[in-house]
């Protein structure tokens, strides 16, 4: 949740463009072990206009694992609640005007409101490895591949590099 926000917030950062609409997120797609020594899930994380809708590990025999876990947010958002510049407090948190306004639950005493939203879909996968042991040896051959997007429409295959085990285990 705290990359959507991260992202959210870089959207917010970057929105000011000559024709004043939010640039739309550039397709990104990671994959990589959890931090924390976890050896023997992948976890992937993808930013893009179509919504993933699998995800399987192939190995280099051409066996297919599939993912274990699936979710896509489509355009995830935020509200932010705003103190009017009148404030007695704006401009006293960190040098930053009304910054725990910022961070206040929506609907907080009829401050404006700005709705933030990323215009793509934001997706996470996990995949266990039938064989942690025979990944860590046989790693490079190993391939992610990635569908994106619901029939009839456009339907994208992907593929990229397995992410090297992490060091230990």
Avoid: H
């Amino acid at each position: 949740m705290r990359g959507i926000v991260s992202l959210l917030a870089a959207a917010a950062l970057t929105a000011c463009v000559d024709n004043g609409l939010p640039p739309v997120a550039t397709d990104q797609i990671r994959a990589r072990f959890p931090p924390g020594g976890v050896v023997d899930v992948i976890e992937i994380d993808a930013v893009d206009r179509l919504p993933l809708r699998k995800a399987e590990l192939v190995a280099p025999d051409g066996q297919v694992t599939a993912a274990s876990y699936l979710n896509v947010v489509p355009s995830p958002g935020t509200t932010l609640d705003r103190e009017f510049a009148t404030s007695p407090y704006a401009g006293n948190t960190f040098g930053y005007g009304n910054i725990t306004a910022n961070l206040a639950a929506p609907g907080g005493a009829g401050a404006p409101q700005q709705r933030v939203a990323l215009l793509a879909m934001v997706a996470t996968a996990s995949i266990l490895l039938p064989d942690p042991v025979e990944y860590r040896r046989e790693w490079r051959g190993y391939r992610i591949r990635l569908d994106f997007g619901d029939p009839p429409g456009a339907v994208e295959t992907r593929e990229l590099a397995a992410p090297e085990p992490p060091p230990g285990g």
